[in-house]
Each structure stands twice: as C-alpha cells, then as structure tokens.
C-alpha cells in the first residue's frame, strides 16, 4: 500500500526566501514520486517527477525535489521565492497499483 | 493538442435532478480518472478506467456513476443531484502499465453547485 504525508497545509515565505516543502511517502514497492502545482482555478500540472533515475530531479520553473529512500521524504525546495509561486502544492505517489496517491496539499503563499 | 478537456466549466443543479460530465484526451492514454476537490480534503477519487470498457470504484464513489465506452472519453454520472456533491471536479489521464500509474494529466476542472 502506498501513503503521502504532507507536513504543513499552509506555508508562508517572503519574496525572495527559501521554499521547503515537505512531504513524506509510505510505499511497500519503489515508488515513483510527483509535485503538482495548482494555481487558482485551474487544474493541476506537473512540476517534477521521480522514477527511479536521478534522486535529484529538476522541474519547472526553478523547484527541485530530492528522494531520499532512507528518510521516505520527497521535499520540493526552490532557493528564491517569487510571487507568482503563490498556489497549492500536491506531493502524489505512485507504487504497484493503477491510482495516484495524493497528499491533501500545502498552500503557498508569498509575500512581498 | 488540446490535453484533457472537461465539458462543462460550470453548472448548477437542483437537488435532485440529473447531469453528466465529459472528459476527452487526445493523448492516447489508456488509464483515466476522475477526482473531486472540496476545500482542506484535497483530491478525492471518485472512479477510475484502465482501458476502454472498463471501470473500477475509487475512494468516494457513492452517487456517482461512469462510462468507458470510447478509449478518449471518460463520463462522470450523476444520477440525482445532492448537495453534498457540490464541488470542484477534475478528470486526468496517463499512460500505465498493469499496476503502475505514470504522469496524470488533468483537465481544467468543472465547477458543480448543488442547490
């Protein structure tokens, strides 16, 4: 069976600071890991993903996320926080089954 | 290629009354979902399709109903109109092979107000 923990359902930073968004998996196979991104009204999009190649996977605009299978944590980070960064993060997990397991989210605010 | 696309964008029903969401992919992908999103329950799965004539239940399928009958389309039914099923539904797609999901990709999402 598969589970994702989200740590933190809102998280706030300034324009400019670090984003640490954190999320643990629980996976009984070796998982493939996703970020998705929703902005306000409007569906959700990739942003990276793990599938057993790089533990360190770049995405889109400028997010990066780290497997760490000994600490079962798939955290998405970005160095420098913009205001259009502002939406919901999901962390989804993927193991030997034909669903995604999704996290109830974070949401992301940034401040000038 | 126009991804997933979900018709419609908004609706309002009385309770009680009957209505069916539309997905359509252009991407080829055997698998589809659908999901509804309700404020601090993040995404919820309601059914899912590994292939064309095929369906399976998710975590919250009670009231809802659906059909596979064309690979490229996935339709959420539902058949009397509650307003607990107000909300914010989104349908993916995704290529997979037998027990494991890759990349989902989600329509624009229909917004469903319950009176």
């Given at each position: 069976?598969?589970?994702?923990t989200?740590?933190?359902?809102?998280?706030?930073?300034?324009?400019?600071?670090?984003?640490?968004?954190?999320c643990?998996?629980?996976?009984?196979?070796?998982?493939?890991?996703?970020?998705?991104v929703?902005?306000?009204?409007?569906?959700l999009?990739?942003?990276?993903?793990?599938t057993?190649?790089?533990t360190?996977?770049?995405?889109?605009?400028?997010?990066?996320?780290?497997?760490?299978k000994s600490?079962?944590?798939?955290?998405?980070?970005?160095?420098?926080?913009?205001?259009?960064?502002a939406?919901?993060?999901?962390?989804?997990?993927s193991?030997?089954?034909?669903?995604?397991?999704?996290?109830?989210?974070?949401?992301?605010?940034v401040?000038? | 290629?126009?991804?997933?696309?979900?018709?419609?964008?908004?609706?309002?029903l009385?309770?009680?009354?009957?209505?069916?969401?539309?997905?359509?992919?252009?991407?080829?992908?055997?698998?589809m979902?659908?999901?509804?999103?309700?404020?601090?329950?993040?995404?919820?799965?309601i059914?899912y399709?590994?292939?064309?004539?095929?369906?399976?239940?998710g975590?919250?399928?009670?009231?809802?109903n659906?059909?596979?009958?064309?690979k490229?389309?996935f339709?959420?039914?539902?058949?009397?109109?509650?307003?607990?099923?107000?909300?914010?539904?989104?349908?993916?797609?995704?290529?997979?092979?037998?027990?494991?999901v890759?990349t989902?990709?989600?329509?624009?999402?229909?917004?469903l107000?319950v009176?």
């Amino acid at each position: 069976a598969q589970s994702v923990t989200q740590l933190g359902s809102h998280v706030s930073v300034s324009e400019g600071a670090l984003v640490l968004l954190r999320c643990n998996y629980s996976s009984s196979v070796p998982p493939y890991l996703f970020w998705y991104v929703q902005y306000p009204n409007q569906g959700l999009q990739l942003l990276l993903k793990y599938t057993s190649a790089a533990t360190l996977v770049k995405g889109i605009n400028g997010f990066e996320a780290e497997f760490k299978k000994s600490e079962t944590s798939f955290h998405l980070t970005k160095p420098s926080a913009h205001m259009s960064d502002a939406a919901e993060y999901f962390c989804a997990v993927s193991g030997n089954t034909d669903k995604l397991i999704f996290g109830t989210g974070t949401r992301l605010q940034v401040f000038p | 290629n126009a991804g997933v696309t979900q018709t419609p964008k908004f609706r309002v029903l009385k309770t009680g009354q009957s209505m069916t969401l539309l997905c359509a992919q252009d991407m080829n992908h055997e698998y589809m979902y659908w999901y509804r999103q309700d404020p601090g329950m993040g995404l919820r799965l309601i059914h899912y399709s590994v292939g064309e004539g095929t369906t399976a239940k998710g975590e919250v399928p009670d009231g809802y109903n659906v059909s596979r009958l064309k690979k490229q389309n996935f339709l959420l039914g539902l058949e009397s109109a509650a307003p607990s099923q107000t909300s914010v539904y989104f349908c993916a797609s995704s290529y997979g092979v037998v027990g494991r999901v890759e990349t989902q990709y989600f329509g624009p999402g229909t917004r469903l107000l319950v009176l």
